[in-house]
């Protein structure tokens, strides 16, 4: 029962951060609105309502202060490392030059994992999801690391990042039905460039 309960803790704590830090963004570009209104005069109701990011982003940086508070600051274990490298191999598994694994596109967010696992398969996934949900070890998954709120930014040294780099094929595409499958890693430009080569392409503008 007790180590539900740690567990569950634990979850929670990672979860709350998780929302914390999406909402501490969409406050922050509140507040920029708010300070931009001011600057250009616009309608009262406008910098009232962009004022409020100011003040929930003060919140939400309290809240973010306390949920990084109890997070673990321990390593990954020797013994845990043993296993990815025998699983992913050699080449799977990165513990050093992972700076760029560590930080947006943008700079806004930067991490702490110590280890990146790069899996090829989706059994590599299923072993490393079983062991670290065995030994309490946070997984952060990262694709093209294009997001705008941190998402793919691993909080503690406990944490490992899951990168889908390697998991980059396209799976199969129905011309019948247009529907196109593909691995994780898959990034656009592969998928349109596989999609341009049969008369398709793919339905998704970026801007």
């Not at 501490?24 to 920029?32: E, G, I, M, R, T």
């Amino acid at each position: 029962m007790l180590c539900s309960q740690k567990l569950l803790w634990q979850l929670s704590v990672l979860t709350l951060d998780s929302v914390f830090q999406t909402a501490f963004s969409v406050a922050q570009l509140a507040a920029n609105n708010f300070r931009q209104a001011r600057r250009l005069g616009w309608p009262t109701m406008l910098t009232r309502t962009a004022r409020c990011g100011v003040i929930f982003r003060r919140q939400i940086r309290a809240g973010l202060l306390a949920v990084h508070r109890t997070t673990s600051t321990s390593t990954i274990p020797d013994d845990s490392i043993q296993f990815f490298q025998q699983q992913l191999g050699e080449s799977g598994v990165l513990m050093s030059d992972i700076d760029k694994y560590n930080v947006d596109w943008q700079q806004h967010y930067h991490g702490s994992a110590q280890v990146v696992l790069r899996p090829r398969t989706t059994d590599d996934v299923v072993a490393i999801l079983q062991h670290c949900n065995a030994n309490e070890i946070g997984v952060v998954p990262l694709g093209g690391n294009t997001g705008l709120v941190g998402g793919g930014i691993a909080q503690s040294p406990r944490d490992v990042i899951l990168s889908m780099e390697k998991m980059d094929k396209v799976d199969s595409f129905d011309e019948e039905s247009s529907i196109l499958t593909c691995e994780a890693g898959c990034i656009l430009e592969s998928a349109e460039k596989f999609l341009n080569e049969r008369e398709f392409t793919m339905p998704l503008d970026l801007a």
